[in-house]
């Protein structure tokens, strides 16, 4: 099985934020990503994440506009595309907006010849979710009904899963990108014994590591410069 991975394009018609992300030119990037998952006859996509961006000066309604651009884009190319919410996705936007959209929102599970099991950890230590308490990029937290749906969705199916979530789980990574209550989710995750692997996005230099036996792969984020970091994962 043939996967189409990208991650935190932060699309916008903003030149540049900060030093080093250049949103404006991940329509051009995403072209040339999905370009080549279809050439390549992936089966499916994701983007793990802060797909959009809302920084000073960006509208709600211009962020609207900007999703509905770049999933007129990707959906152009036929190809089966999920986007795990990024806490960027949140600045402006509302889960209602990325729903009228057709981005669902997580929990859910997405059955292929793997269960690709996709989580929402944009929730602050209150349990409030970005979009309502505002975004805290340091404080992400996957709610116990999320932690719950994990533990019955692993349980309750023979498949071997891939977990996959913005936010990251990998504990080599600096403190502020991890989730808090990571520790317990990646006992849930050893403890099933059907994680194929997780997918995050967020910590844009990218890693990878196994941890407990299971590979964690975090995406580069595709905002930086002039990189373009897709990529397909054969499982």
């Not at 960006?58 to 036929?78: G, M, Y």
């Not at 979009?131 to 719950?148: C, H, I, M, R």
Request: glycine share 4%; proline share 5%.
């Amino acid at each position: 099985m043939k996967i189409g991975l990208f991650s935190d394009p932060h699309y916008c018609k903003v030149s540049c934020i900060g030093e080093t992300r250049m949103p404006a030119i991940s329509y051009e990037k995403i072209k040339e990503a999905m370009t080549y998952f279809k050439e390549q006859s992936v089966d499916i996509c994701f983007c793990l994440g802060d797909l959009t961006d809302s920084p000073d000066g960006v509208t709600r309604a211009d962020a609207i506009k900007n999703l509905d651009e770049i999933l007129e884009l990707i959906h152009s190319f036929e190809i089966p595309f999920y986007v795990v919410p990024g806490n960027h996705d949140y600045l402006t936007l509302k889960r209602e907006d990325l729903a009228r959209a057709g981005i669902k929102t997580p929990p859910y599970i997405v059955e292929d010849e793997y269960n690709f099991i996709i989580l929402d950890a944009n929730y602050r230590s209150s349990m409030e979710h970005f979009d309502t308490a505002g975004v805290d990029w340091t404080d992400s937290n996957l709610p116990k009904e999320q932690v719950d749906f994990l533990e019955k969705a692993l349980k309750e199916s023979d498949k071997q899963a891939i977990v996959m979530v913005h936010e990251n789980l990998d504990p080599s990574l600096e403190e502020s990108h991890i989730i808090k209550n990571a520790i317990e989710i990646r006992e849930i995750i050893k403890n099933s014994g059907k994680v194929k692997m997780v997918i995050q996005g967020h910590f844009h230099r990218g890693n990878e590591i196994i941890v407990d036996d299971i590979p964690y792969f975090t995406v580069r984020g595709m905002c930086e410069r002039n990189a373009n970091p897709f990529f397909i994962k054969e499982i």
